[in-house]
Each structure stands twice: as C-alpha cells, then as structure tokens.
C-alpha cells in the first residue's frame, strides 16, 4: 500500500519523546493542523525509553527511568502546553511543580556502606587529579575528539568519590567519551556536590509513561494526530534538487510513504534501547537480538545521502555499551521502608541509593508509591540497575546477565546485611524482571566531529534529524531535554515563524557555584566507612 503525502504534512520516523515533542509544537508553535502529522512508530507502543508496562499478575515493568531537573527548560515549556488527564485544567508543567512541592524532593545519589545509607560524599581528589580533571573541563571540546576519559584522568581519579559518584548518577564508564564527560560536568556542576548543597531533582507523580507519555499521546490522539505503531522504517529515498536534497520517499514494512513537494520528514537517528530484551519473572532476560530498527535505518539513509554522520561510531561494541536494568514488585514486603531505616536521622533524602562494591554497580531508585496510575493497593515497585552486569556478583556468584531474579534479590540481601526471617520481612514475595539493554550508552562512545550529524544537515531541502544522536552544542545526551530541544531545533528549522528553543542553561557560568564545587573536590574522603 502506498501513502501519499500532501498538502504540507509532517512524517515523523520513531514514536519517542523527540517525534511526540516535535509533533505538540507544530501544533502549539506553527499552527499545524494534526491531521497533517503522521507518527510511524517500530514498536509496539510509543515513547521510546520513557517506557513503564504494567505485566501480567499486578506485576510491573520499567526499562529505565530519566532523571529531571529544573534546568530542562525546553521539557518544562513543552509540558506546559499539556493538559493534565486530572481534569483540573492544569497542565502537565503545573501538576510536576506541583508534586515536588507536595513531597520532598529527593537529592540525587547517596551510598549504602556497611549496611547503612550515607550520604558522606567527598571530592577526596588530590592536587594532580584535580589538575587533570581541570585541564579537561577548560579544553576546546575539539581537542578531546576520539578520546577516552581514561585517556585525560590519571588511573587514581578512577577510585576518588567523585568518580563515584559521577559515573553511577550519570552511568558513565572509563572508556566512554571525554567530550561527552566534559559537557556533563559542565553543565551538571550543580549534582557533584556534597548533599548539604547538591540541587534536587524532579520527580513525576507516577512513572513517566503514566505522567508524561500517555496525556502527551492522549492529547495528540484528539488533535488528530495519526500514530501508527508496528510501522517500521527501513530506508528513505532522496532526490536531487539543485544544490540540496529532498527526500521524496520513505519506506516501511508496509509499504512506502510517498512525500509531496510541501511536505517534511523528521527522522529519529539511532536508540538507546533498540535491541532491549526483557526477562520473564524471576528468569534472566534473554540475550538480546541482533535486529537493531532504528540503527539500521540510521545505516541505510547515511548511505543514500551525505551529512547523516557515522552512526557506526555509536554501535561499535556492545560490550561497552550494555547494562541491564531490573523492576522488583513486591506485594507484603517493605523494602522502600526499610532502606529509609537505614539513613541517620535527619539526613537529606535520596532517591538513588548505589550499593558500595557491588561488582555489579548495582543502584536501587526509590519512588514515591503508587508508582503507576493502577498499581494494585498494597503494592511497592522499586526500579534498580547494574551497569558492569557482565561481572560475577559478590553474592550470587553469576554474571548478573546471568542472574534469576532470586539470585539479584541475594545480591541486594548481602549489601544490606540480611539474613533469613530479615530477607523474608523486607522482601516478602518480591518478583524482579530484568532487562538487557545492549545500547543504552551508545551516545556516551568516543566520537569525533562529524560523528553526530546537525539537526538540519546541509543541503536537506525538506527533513532534519532529531534524537538522541544528533548535534546539539553544549547540551549533553541522555537527557528527555536533549531529545525535546532536538525536535524543537528540527521544527524551527524547517517551519516558519514559531519560537526558537530557549538556550541551554549554563551553570558553570555561575562563579560562585564553581567555587564551592573546587572546595568540595578537595575535601578530604572519610578515612572509614563508619564515619
């Protein structure tokens, strides 16, 4: 079957937050009627990464989970002009600000050490390692081109508490990027701080499908947006236009798309969770495929066309690009009660907890519950992951891709010191399903210009990029605000008229910030645990 677009009409490849996002500011921004936007979508269900399934018998699903913060300023305008599915007339910008004022907000990452939760971070970096660290934020971003963290930070700063506390907030490894790391601790100076000043982040009244997706999808359903899921892209063809280049067709599985000479393709580049494959309960997930949809789209347009960048510079090696990711439903335990326990009394809360010396870098989110709309009374949900699952864990003895759901409830019972009427109190029940997720930091891989393409390459008559893996200045990867300011980029560009997207917030411009965070660098690491 072939459909023929017309009239000036949007075609959106990929059904993630960048194509939802840039799909709401045609309508708010440039007047765009919704029935002129089609969303094709590979998967089943929209949303890409901001993803939570409700599983068969009151159990509960999360791949992952984005962290946000008041600094997302093209997310906060952008949910600003959705409505709340409370009926209250707020939008959903209103119902956020609204929670984290309701309840306290939590901080960003404390550690469980020797049984206890603390939140005892220290820069603990010595006068050469901070030099290092320093030469490497002030360099031209074009000088750490191709290159490794591990190959611009001395092997010492690789046990320091900053390191710690750097790489399991933001799940950066050493051989990641050195540009991207660069960028992270620029603009997120203000979250490797000691707890006392540490900015809290945002948390959504319930995971983010339910409190952003779903009304994001609703709303554009009744504008008349077309989402067609199960619709996979795998090519595009071009066509010569004097100096530039128009996309004329886009293929799926089920047939072409057929663009007229008004109409506009936005293409999502690449995903960080193609190829995810999910456990079931209690079972280690499966090894992940090796189909990969939205990479090999990515592949297949970059040949048909220059300035689509190399998206092999991204999919290299999954073994550097994989961690696995669990959701633990428990039905009569109480395990968010009793890592709250374990925290000194009046200590600043933490929604991220990482278990100290776990091969497996394991952490634990705690959020508030319900953690889904329909979450069953009585019923807790704790998302957690592990970003070296490759490593045998220091309880169970397996590699954690390897792992039941039993044996990754062992590993967190001996962080925590319990033992067998303990285990049965705090856990009662717990099922836990895992998920591989081979590419989940292919964006943080060492990359050289060029690597990213532009938003709006050069010469593209009628199609810009969006996602994750295009080039956006100063703003860093991983974030629900990159992929927002991607598509606003990519709509402003090709659509006149509207707004352009709001700058990038710059917190290491703020003098005083950057004082204390030298301080805090230096500050000595406690000489015990216990302390």
Same mark, same amino acid.
């Given at each position: 079957?072939?459909?023929?677009? +017309? *009239?000036?009409?949007?075609?959106?490849?990929g059904g993630?937050?960048?194509?939802?996002? *840039?799909?709401?500011?045609?309508? %708010?921004?440039?007047?765009?009627?919704?029935?002129?936007?089609?969303?094709?979508?590979?998967?089943?269900?929209?949303?890409?990464?901001?993803?939570?399934?409700?599983?068969?018998?009151?159990?509960?699903?999360?791949?992952?989970?984005?962290?946000?913060?008041?600094?997302y300023?093209?997310?906060?305008?952008?949910?600003? @002009?959705?409505?709340?599915?409370?009926?209250?007339?707020?939008?959903?910008?209103?119902?956020?600000?609204?929670?984290n004022?309701?309840?306290r907000?939590?901080?960003?990452?404390?550690?469980?050490?020797?049984?206890?939760?603390?939140?005892?971070?220290?820069?603990?970096?010595r006068?050469?390692?901070l030099?290092?660290?320093?030469?490497?934020?002030?360099?031209?971003?074009?000088?750490?081109?191709?290159?490794?963290?591990?190959?611009?930070?001395?092997?010492?700063?690789f046990?320091?508490?900053?390191?710690?506390?750097?790489?399991?907030?933001?799940?950066?490894?050493?051989?990641h990027?050195?540009?991207?790391?660069?960028?992270?601790?620029?603009?997120?100076?203000?979250?490797?701080m000691p707890?006392?000043?540490?900015?809290?982040?945002?948390?959504?009244?319930?995971?983010?499908?339910?409190?952003?997706?779903?009304?994001?999808?609703?709303?554009?359903?009744?504008? +008349?947006?077309?989402?067609?899921?199960?619709?996979?892209a795998t090519?595009?063809?071009?066509?010569?236009?004097?100096? *530039?280049?128009r996309?004329?067709?886009?293929l799926?599985?089920?047939?072409?798309?057929?663009?007229?000479?008004?109409?506009?393709?936005?293409?999502?580049?690449?995903?960080m969770?193609?190829?995810?494959?999910?456990?079931?309960?209690?079972?280690?997930?499966?090894? &992940?495929?090796?189909?990969?949809?939205a990479?090999?789209?990515?592949?297949?347009?970059?040949?048909?066309?220059?300035?689509?960048? #190399?998206?092999?510079a991204?999919?290299?090696? %999954?073994?550097?690009?994989?961690?696995?990711?669990?959701?633990?439903?428990?039905?009569?335990?109480n395990?968010?009660?009793?890592?709250?326990?374990?925290?000194?009394?009046?200590?600043?809360?933490?929604?991220?907890?990482?278990?100290?010396?776990?091969?497996?870098?394991?952490?634990i989110?705690?959020?508030?519950?319900?953690h889904? #709309?329909?979450?069953?009374?009585?019923?807790?949900?704790?998302?957690?992951?592990?970003?070296?699952?490759?490593?045998?864990?220091?309880f169970?003895?397996?590699?954690?891709?390897?792992?039941?759901?039993?044996?990754?409830?062992?590993?967190?019972?001996?962080?925590?010191?319990?033992?067998?009427?303990?285990?049965?109190?705090?856990f009662?029940? @717990?099922?836990?399903?895992?998920?591989?997720?081979p590419?989940?930091?292919?964006?943080?891989?060492?990359?050289? %210009?060029?690597?990213?393409?532009?938003?709006?390459?050069?010469g593209?008559?009628?199609?810009?990029?969006?996602?994750?893996?295009?080039?956006?200045?100063?703003?860093?990867?991983?974030?629900?605000?990159?992929s927002?300011?991607?598509?606003?980029?990519?709509?402003?560009?090709?659509?006149?008229?509207?707004?352009? &997207?709001?700058?990038?917030?710059? &917190?290491?411009?703020?003098?005083?910030?950057?004082?204390?965070?030298?301080?805090?660098?230096l500050?000595?690491a &406690?000489s015990?645990?216990?302390?």
């Open positions: 079957m072939k459909d023929v677009l +017309g *009239g000036g009409r949007h075609v959106f490849v993630g937050i960048a194509s939802l996002a *840039g799909a709401a500011l045609l309508l %708010r921004d440039h007047g765009v009627r919704g029935t002129d936007i089609v969303i094709l979508e590979a998967s089943p269900q929209i949303g890409g990464s901001l993803d939570a399934t409700p599983y068969a018998n009151d159990l509960y699903l999360m791949r992952g989970a984005r962290m946000f913060e008041a600094h300023v093209c997310m906060l305008d952008l949910l600003g @002009a959705i409505p709340s599915p409370d009926g209250s007339g707020n939008s959903l910008r209103d119902d956020l600000i609204a929670f004022e309701e309840h907000v939590p901080y960003a990452f404390d550690q469980l050490v020797d049984g206890r939760i603390l939140g005892r971070h220290s820069g603990g970096l006068s050469g390692q030099a290092a660290f320093l030469r490497m934020m002030v360099a031209p971003e074009g000088r750490l081109d191709g290159l490794k963290i591990s190959q611009c930070l001395p092997r010492s700063y046990d320091s508490e900053h390191w710690l506390a750097a790489s399991t907030v933001f799940a950066f490894q050493p051989w990027s050195a540009a991207e790391f660069r960028r992270y601790m620029r603009r997120f100076l203000h979250f490797v707890p006392e000043v540490r900015t809290p982040v945002f948390s959504t009244r319930y995971n983010q499908r339910d409190s952003i997706i779903a009304p994001l999808h609703d709303w554009l359903l009744r504008s +008349g947006v077309e989402i067609r899921t199960a619709s996979r090519d595009a063809r071009f066509e010569q236009e004097g100096s *530039g280049r996309i004329v067709e886009i799926t599985e089920a047939g072409p798309f057929t663009l007229g000479g008004d109409d506009r393709a936005y293409l999502t580049l690449g995903s969770i193609d190829g995810a494959a999910i456990g079931a309960p209690n079972e280690p997930p499966p090894a &992940p495929p090796g189909t990969l949809p990479w090999e789209f990515w592949e297949q347009v970059s040949r048909r066309a220059p300035g689509f960048g #190399r998206p092999d991204f999919r290299a090696d %999954r073994r550097r690009t994989e961690w696995q990711s669990f959701t633990i439903t428990l039905h009569d335990g395990l968010g009660a009793h890592l709250a326990g374990l925290r000194p009394a009046g200590a600043h809360p933490s929604a991220l907890v990482a278990l100290a010396g776990s091969p497996w870098r394991l952490s989110l705690q959020v508030e519950q319900p889904f #709309r329909d979450q069953a009374a009585g019923t807790e949900v704790i998302w957690g992951y592990g970003l070296r699952p490759d490593l045998p864990g220091r169970c003895g397996v590699p954690m891709t390897e792992a039941t759901g039993r044996q990754i409830l062992d590993e967190i019972a001996g962080f925590l010191r319990l033992d067998g009427g303990e285990r049965s109190r705090v009662g029940d @717990a099922t836990v399903i895992g998920c591989r997720m590419m989940i930091t292919s964006q943080f891989l060492p990359r050289r %210009r060029g690597d990213r393409p532009a938003v709006h390459p050069e593209a008559l009628n199609y810009a990029c969006i996602g994750q893996f295009v080039e956006l200045p100063d703003d860093t990867v991983f974030t629900v605000e990159y927002v300011r991607s598509a606003w980029h990519a709509v402003a560009s090709l659509n006149k008229g509207g707004p352009e &997207p709001p700058g990038v917030v710059h &917190p290491d411009r703020d003098l005083a910030l950057i004082a204390r965070a030298l301080r805090y660098a500050r000595p &406690p015990s645990g216990k302390g």
